[in-house]
């Protein structure tokens, strides 16, 4: 976690002390650079993906194959058709389904014996995050269009309903603060997750708080004019980018983490938003039984046969008493009999 931390240091540290004094480079260059980066490097690695090989159904499973017709099959967690694969994959990537059925062990000291027992505490605080990040980059689009379609105030409504503050106060701005510190504490709390957790699984976490944090400062605390955002926000989609005065430094530090965020995201495992789609363990029916599965990839193989096995070593398999099905006479014969 040190190194991940010292990263977002480094960054914020660019970002505030440099930013400010080349605003072109910041505010410009570098929105349009991690966009083509962000663009580029996912398309990369879902081509990457969809050639690479499967050689054999591999679907992970949670329930029982269909088999027998009197045994009930899992349609959904042993899908056998298209539309059970679909309706699988369809809960998974919408209510991460296989995350509900999370399980914690433990080693209890009495015995000593394994324990086993639900554990929904990350899949609520996974959904909670995944799902107001979603909304959060949703509701942005009200930055980038005019007019603002209705189905981005509606949400925007939604999202305020609970009327606090001026300006309202959105719910989605607390939740996925909670998600992240949830996620963040599970990592650096549990000893055995710790224990295998790599730079690349903090650095992503503290990446999203600092760009969630100055968001919500930059619209709760640091009173920023929503016009002048705007505009230079319908810049930098029309292609006629201009840096109006009057943009905050802060400003520049969300955005600068956001440009970060984007040419990190193809490279890191934040990439599952994409891959999902593309894991054989997932968009697989569970098959195997009924149909067989030819691997497209393999080469035509040549066979070495028993039979030109034994006449390449019949001689020898001879002399040292092995049995032959073809004795060398036997093969003689024959071979006149085929030149005649």
Same mark, same amino acid.
């Given at each position: 976690?040190?190194?991940?931390?010292?990263?977002?240091?480094?960054?914020?540290?660019?970002?505030?002390?440099?930013?400010?004094?080349?605003?072109?480079?910041?505010?410009?260059?570098?929105?349009?650079?991690?966009?083509?980066? @962000?663009?580029?490097? @996912?398309?990369?690695?879902? =081509?990457?993906?969809?050639?690479?090989?499967?050689?054999?159904?591999?679907?992970?499973?949670?329930?029982?194959?269909?088999?027998?017709?009197?045994?009930?099959?899992?349609?959904?967690?042993?899908?056998?058709?298209?539309?059970?694969?679909?309706?699988?994959?369809?809960?998974?990537?919408?209510?991460?389904?296989?995350?509900?059925?999370?399980?914690?062990? /433990?080693?209890?000291?009495?015995?000593?014996?394994?324990?086993?027992?639900?554990?929904?505490?990350?899949?609520?605080?996974?959904?909670?995050?995944?799902?107001?990040?979603?909304?959060?980059?949703?509701?942005?689009?009200?930055?980038?269009?005019?007019?603002?379609?209705?189905?981005?105030?509606?949400?925007?409504?939604?999202?305020?309903?609970?009327?606090?503050?001026?300006?309202?106060?959105?719910? &989605?701005?607390?939740?996925?603060?909670?998600?992240?510190?949830?996620?963040?504490?599970?990592?650096?709390?549990?000893?055995?997750?710790?224990?295998?957790?790599?730079?690349?699984?903090?650095?992503?976490?503290?990446?999203?708080?600092?760009?969630?944090?100055?968001?919500?400062?930059?619209?709760?605390?640091?009173?920023? #004019?929503?016009? &002048?955002?705007?505009?230079?926000?319908?810049?930098?989609?029309?292609?006629?980018?201009?840096?109006? /005065?009057?943009? %905050? %430094?802060?400003?520049?530090?969300?955005?600068?983490?956001?440009?970060?965020?984007?040419?990190?995201? %193809?490279?890191?495992?934040? =990439?599952?938003?994409?891959?999902?789609?593309?894991?054989? &363990?997932?968009?697989?029916?569970?098959?195997?039984?009924?149909?067989?599965?030819?691997?497209?990839?393999?080469?035509?193989?040549?066979?070495? &046969?028993?039979?030109?096995?034994? #006449? #390449?070593?019949?001689?020898? =398999?001879?002399?040292?008493?092995? %049995?032959?099905?073809?004795?060398?006479?036997?093969?003689?014969?024959?071979?006149?009999?085929?030149?005649?």
């Amino acid at each position: 976690m040190i190194f991940s931390l010292l990263a977002v240091i480094v960054l914020g540290g660019i970002a505030c002390l440099v930013a400010p004094s080349v605003p072109y480079l910041f505010g410009i260059a570098l929105p349009y650079a991690a966009v083509m980066v @962000f663009i580029g490097g @996912f398309v990369w690695r879902i =081509m990457h993906w969809a050639k690479s090989p499967v050689p054999f159904r591999i679907p992970t499973t949670g329930g029982q194959q269909r088999s027998l017709d009197f045994i009930k099959p899992a349609r959904l967690d042993s899908p056998f058709t298209t539309a059970g694969t679909i309706g699988r994959m369809l809960l998974e990537v919408l209510l991460f389904r296989s995350l509900f059925r999370n399980t914690r062990a /433990e080693l209890r000291k009495d015995g000593p014996r394994m324990v086993y027992w639900s554990s929904k505490w990350l899949w609520l605080f996974a959904l909670l995050f995944h799902y107001s990040f979603l909304l959060i980059f949703m509701r942005h689009f009200r930055f980038f269009l005019e007019p603002v379609p209705f189905c981005i105030t509606a949400m925007e409504s939604l999202d305020g309903l609970m009327q606090i503050g001026i300006p309202r106060f959105y719910m &989605t701005d607390a939740l996925i603060i909670a998600g992240l510190v949830f996620l963040l504490c599970r990592r650096i709390f549990d000893y055995k997750l710790r224990y295998i957790s790599l730079p690349n699984d903090y650095f992503p976490l503290l990446l999203l708080l600092c760009i969630a944090g100055s968001g919500i400062l930059l619209r709760y605390f640091v009173k920023s #004019d929503i016009a &002048t955002i705007k505009e230079f926000t319908m810049g930098l989609v029309t292609l006629a980018p201009t840096l109006p /005065e009057g943009l %905050p %430094p802060l400003f520049y530090f969300h955005l600068f983490f956001v440009s970060a965020l984007l040419i990190y995201f %193809p490279f890191s495992k934040l =990439m599952h938003m994409g891959g999902i789609f593309l894991s054989p &363990t997932r968009n697989l029916p569970n098959n195997s039984r009924a149909v067989h599965h030819e691997n497209p990839w393999n080469p035509p193989k040549k066979f070495h &046969t028993y039979a030109a096995y034994e #006449d #390449d070593f019949r001689e020898l =398999m001879e002399e040292a008493g092995l %049995p032959v099905d073809i004795t060398s006479e036997e093969a003689a014969a024959r071979a006149g009999t085929a030149k005649e």
